[in-house]
């Protein structure tokens, strides 16, 4: 039976629900009552000879990357008890809420009501060609953003008992991840890094502005 880092026991469990998805084959803790990482601290001494103070915790999930598919295995993990680690060195909420999912469905809600303005007339309604002002439009795309925001922010995971550390994590060993100041050793890791766009190699491209979703 897979043991916590406390050493409780837990016991399968057919799906968990979290954040709207489905895991298969998760488990269920005996205690559902979100446990905190254990930590103590250290002192380690820097290639350039300085000393420099080491929090070293022990969890049960350590998860790297705040996207959805990363909030999601927190949030499940954190309200089944885990312990549970986040490490993000981006903004929360990953490409979906900030340059992903969230702000292309706004912005491709503003040019569908520009459309749809447009082909008002077989209907016997009476409007001019719709004028779309960019900055009014990405200030939608704003507002929808925030509109989300606090369901994927550090303040609401650290309420669910995450231990959330916002720097770059690499492994120094196959169970450790080192992050800022803070060493994880965990029973389970989670990478979810997400993607970046791609740039075609078409000869010429980087002689002239280009977009991808992150600069748009």
């Excluded at 489905?22 to 803790?29: D, E, F, K, P, T």
């Excluded at 103070?53 to 998860?63: F, G, Q």
């Excluded at 369901?151 to 995450?162: A, I, T």
Aim: aromatic residues 4%.
């Amino acid at each position: 039976r897979p043991e916590r880092a406390d050493g409780r026991n837990l016991e399968p469990l057919g799906a968990v629900a979290g954040s709207g998805s489905a895991v298969a084959g998760a488990h269920r803790l005996e205690a559902p009552v979100p446990a905190r990482p254990s930590r103590h601290w250290h002192r380690s001494v820097s290639p350039k000879g300085m000393v420099q103070a080491m929090e070293d915790i022990r969890a049960d999930v350590c998860v790297i990357g705040a996207g959805s598919g990363g909030l999601s295995v927190a949030s499940g993990a954190a309200q089944l008890g885990a312990k549970t680690v986040l490490i993000e060195r981006g903004a929360m909420g990953g490409d979906c809420l900030n340059v992903g999912c969230v702000p292309s469905k706004a912005l491709l809600h503003v040019a569908h009501t520009a459309s749809l303005i447009r082909r008002a007339g077989p209907l016997g309604i009476s409007v001019s060609e719709p004028e779309v002002d960019y900055a009014g439009a990405m200030a939608h795309v704003r507002r929808a953003i925030e509109r989300i925001e606090p369901h994927d922010s550090q303040e609401r995971f650290e309420g669910l008992g995450v231990r959330v550390i916002r720097d770059t994590g690499r492994f120094i060993d196959a169970r450790t991840v080192q992050a800022g100041d803070a060493r994880i050793r965990a029973k389970y890791f989670v990478i979810a890094t997400g993607s970046a766009p791609a740039v075609p190699a078409i000869p010429g491209l980087d002689a002239v502005p280009f977009l991808t979703n992150e600069t748009l």
